[in-house]
């Protein structure tokens, strides 16, 4: 039985057109089309994250006194600007904007449970439309806030605990879509690469708000609200969810079955055929808990996305509230630097996938990259301050090493778990094993950016930040393990059949 979602309207259209005959032809262009269209979807989701994290510092500005010792500020925005004074903010509207956080993060912990599960029992095009058009009009909701004059603190919480709902739809759907396309031991780099979406989403989930914070911060949500509906338009028009839907093999069984014609007559040109069939469903949360490193792998994802969602909701904030060579950025300034952290971020990913790759030790490159993102954060806390030059370069550095795990543990390793061999091939597990992962490194995002907003003083946030990435990396140990027994166990069997 043959695992189909339906040919979507847009790709009939370009059939009618005319296409290549050529299995490996066609393979690679619709792997290629699935590849970016993908990637603009999760682009999107993470863009439209990005504005609450812009409009902090006009919905909480900076707090100065003049000569005769009054509090004066530019702005403002009830009721993020209310209570007692603490270190130029208000300390009561501040812990108001980490509330919005841990609403909108705890919801979509939640939803990201029922997310893997959904998905994987229904058809993923029609549930990323859904999502995607949710989250662009809930975006644009939170942002109306400001057009009809909204004070009202539950109106934002309701807001952005229904959007957390929404944005959950997203994650283990694409990955699921990617697993479905490209088979294992080619998704380190691949993944790496194709996870910059989430850095290239924040970067314009910073520039499209800065740039439109002057005409009020309302247009910072509406603008990113209907991007990501336009984008859910296409995706219902043109994404394939199954090869099979446009007659095309399973890639995995595809570079078996190119293998077996490679050690039979030395040659993969022959004409593929496909495999017999195989009837799967879907597995439940306990199997896919009993995956060899699932647990591991969510624990420490759990630590790994507090730290990176932290820097997502708070970065412009902490940057507009502490002068670089003593001078105090605007909020817009503010914003397009902080983007430095998602840039280092992408690059991060990119060699964290490569280097996975080659080795075959994702849990090991992860504790790598975590031991030396810990100094880091510490001196960028300590000195990045104290010029424009340390600052870029200790973002960029901070981006690198924090991101870095948290790409490769949401992408290539959630992957290969999810078509993990224990699973015997079963495609309808990709989207429960993600969600676990991802939904459990959500809780950690949802208390990250509430303690940055609860903890007085930055240096006592930046010692939470380095201990969380500490933690990340103790509960792989056992995953490292693992990997080091597997691959001494391989080199063995290699070496013993190299002597026969």
């Known amino acids: 039985m043959k695992h189909t979602s339906g040919v979507p ?98 919801a979509y912990a939640i939803g990201m449970f029922f997310s893997g599960h959904v998905g994987d029992r229904s058809n993923l095009r029609y549930f990323l439309t859904f999502g995607m058009l949710g989250s662009g009009l809930l975006c644009a909701l939170f942002g109306m806030g400001f057009f009809w004059n909204v004070h009202t603190l539950w109106y934002f919480l309701f807001i952005q605990g229904v959007y957390g709902f929404y944005q959950s739809t997203g994650w283990p759907s694409v990955v699921s879509v990617m697993g479905k396309w490209f088979p294992r031991g080619k998704r380190g780099l691949l993944m790496g690469i194709w996870n910059a979406h989430t850095s290239v989403g924040n970067i314009l989930g910073a520039l499209i708000p800065g ?58 040109d022959s004409e593929y055929n496909e495999l017999a069939p195989k009837h799967h469903k879907a597995i439940s949360f306990l199997s896919a808990l009993k995956i ?31 002068p670089i060579a003593g001078k105090t950025l605007s909020a817009s300034q503010s914003a397009y ?106 809780i950690g995002a949802a208390i990250g950016p509430y303690l940055a907003g609860s903890i007085p003083g930055w240096s006592n946030v930046f010692y939470m930040l380095m201990g969380s990435l500490g933690c990340a990396g103790l509960v792989l140990i056992g995953a490292i393990a693992r990997e080091w027994k597997t691959k001494n166990s391989t080199h063995s069997k290699e070496y013993v059949i190299a002597e026969e």
């Open 337 to 442: 630097i902080s983007t430095l952290f998602d840039v280092g971020g992408i690059a991060g990913g990119v060699v964290a996938g490569y280097v996975s790759d080659k080795t075959k030790r994702p849990a090991t490159i992860t504790v790598v990259y975590l031991l030396i993102s810990v100094p880091i954060l510490f001196v960028y806390h300590a000195y990045g301050h104290e010029n424009y030059g340390i600052t870029v370069g200790l973002l960029l550095l901070s981006g690198f090493f924090v991101n870095g795990p948290y790409a490769l543990i949401t992408t290539a390793v959630s992957a290969d778990l999810g078509t993990h061999e224990s699973l015997q091939g079963n495609p309808l597990a990709l989207a429960t094993v993600t969600a676990i992962i991802d939904g459990t490194g959500s």
């Open 9 to 106: 309207l847009g790709i009939k259209a370009l059939r009618s057109c005319g296409s290549a005959k050529d299995t490996k032809q066609r393979m690679t262009r619709y792997q290629f089309g699935m590849l970016v269209l993908t990637f603009l979807t999760y682009m999107c989701y993470h863009m439209t994250r990005k504005p609450t994290s812009i409009v902090k510092a006009v919905l909480n500005p900076k707090v100065d006194f003049n000569g005769h010792g009054d509090p004066t500020s530019d702005g403002g925005w009830y009721p993020f600007d209310t209570g007692s004074i603490v270190q130029g903010y208000h300390a009561l509207g501040k812990a108001n904007l980490g509330m919005l956080d841990t609403v909108f993060l705890f």
């Open 292 to 322: 060899p490193g699932v647990i591991d792998f969510s624990l420490g994802l759990f630590f790994v996305k507090l730290v990176a969602y932290t820097f997502l909701f708070w970065l412009p904030y902490y940057v507009k509230h502490n």
């Open 211 to 268: 740039a439109v914070l002057t005409y009020g911060w309302g247009w910072a949500f509406v603008v990113p609200g209907a991007i990501i509906a336009f984008f859910g338009i296409v995706v219902f028009f043109f994404l394939v969810v199954f090869p099979n839907d446009v007659d095309l093999p399973n890639p995995d069984e595809m570079e078996e079955d190119k293998s077996k014609r490679l050690l039979l007559n030395g040659s993969e």
